[in-house]
């Protein structure tokens, strides 16, 4: 599937040069909705030609509102919104963008083909149908009716729908949600196919892995606030800065190194927080995980306490647990 | 190779892709509702099934000097043409909207007008299938004489009435909520075709009833339609369209601001 959409061969030329070339940008945006609910509180973002930025947060924290504003289909109460330099309302600016939205139902009394075909006649230079079906994984249903589709073959369809029209910049919408990892994988190849050809993609999740996955950098809102923004390696490591501010006398770069301990021991909770390091220590019986900022002195001390620890495991912070830090920080 | 493939001449008019975009968008809505059973089936079977119980029922039946099965089949046509306006359009775009459907599509390079006008297309040539059912059954079953005149007069009519309908329908698309819409559409529709004089000749309806139903669109409709077969007085005919455009007017009106008040709030 790969063939049929390798990158053009002009295409990193075209792109290197407005690699830092903006492609949309919201700009101390607040949205305010009738009912008085803030959904944006004063957030700045900007996706730059070429990258995949990924939007994380937790249901309500302004995800959808955010790529709402960027498409143009709400503005903004205050700030200003761009989409290649212009209101993202303008015509023209449409030609350039493609959508993926989670989608209730799109009319089911009418073929695949026929779906793609109507979203292809919206663009001047739409990709040919069997590039389109080639990269979503459509074949050999394409003729089927949308109504009679596994959850995971719609999902692609409307995947489909934003490649149409060879938009260089594109909005996916929970685009992996109801895939098998299989499919999941096969989107994921055909996202970073979609950067390699220069186009930007923003696309809001809710799988920590996916954004850790694709994205060049991660965007993570909750309720309404940017709270941090970076590659993933650095969400990271802001969340374990973040979750260690509490020991106000360690050193930022010792901060850097916390770790995550998990064991079994007989020793009682108490004893284990008052270990040196540890902020942080959750039981379940006889197993704890313990978040450390000062991993080899923790264990040192824990080690020559229970000599009979088993099971022991050190691990960094995985993107999800920075995640749940920035966002029950909150 | 995208780009070599499809070198079409970027300068190609604008307003020819936007009409080349209006007659996919008007073949595939067509096609979509064809094929929706539930819809094409009951949109056009209701007036034909109506037609066949009161006036096929009733061929030779005259009241005040006009054949009853002859003023049912401009009736009816009217009639069919209004509620697949109502139903096409209404109901159809309520779930769209519901759906998020249609808020996919405006987030795309769709022009808005081009799928609007499909829509309406679509529902007028419902109606005028409608419409060839009803003179057709009438002819053949009923025997009532028509001319070719009269039959285009009655599609004609089926395709100007379909426009303050398509109106009423997007107002409605915009209000209802969709698993609930149908419903409200049927208790709006079938009172109003009711109370036109659209189901029997208005002269039997109560007095006050007839006082009232120039409040209603469908009445101008009905008059218009009647007036094609020399059912009604001529003299009426530019009140009913003024009347009709005026409907269509105050329809489209309420529907902007209802779409706006949701976009403000989306």
Redesign the interface.
Known sequence: MNAVLEPIDTAPNQASPQAKCTAASLRVVTKRYGNGVVALDRVSLELRSGEIVALLGPNGAGKSTAVKLMMGLTSPTEGEVRVFGGDPRFAGNRLRTGVMLQVGRAPEMLRVREHIEIMRGYYPRPLLLNEIVSAAGLEGIEQRMFGQLSGGQKQRVLFALALAGDPDLIFLDEPTVGLDIEARRRMWAEIRLLRSRGKTVLLTTHYLEEADALADRIIVLNKGRMICEGSPQEVRATAAVQSGSSERHESRSGLQSVKLLSFQTKLPREQILNLAGVQKAEASGSNFTVTTSAPESTLRELLALDLELRGLDVRSPALEDAFLTLTTRQ | ???T??S?P?A?SRTN?AF??FL??TR?EF??AM??KAFSLSVIGFPVMFYLLFGVMNRGGTVHGQIVAKYLVASYAAFGVVGSALFGIGVGLA??R????L??K??????PLAYLAAKCVSAVAFGLIIASILCLVGIVAAGVHLSALEYLGICGMSVIGGVPFACMGLLLAMLLPANSAPGIVNLIYLPMSYCSGLWMPISLLPKWLQHAAPWLPTYHLAQLMLRVIGYAPSVDTMRHIIALLGFAMLFLGCAWIAFARS????
């Open positions: 190779m995208s780009s493939a499809l079409l970027y190609y892709r080349s975009i996919r968008e595939f096609v979509r094929r929706t779930g769209e519901v759906s998020g459907w808020e996919l405006r987030a795309s390079p769709m022009p976009e403000a709030d989306a």
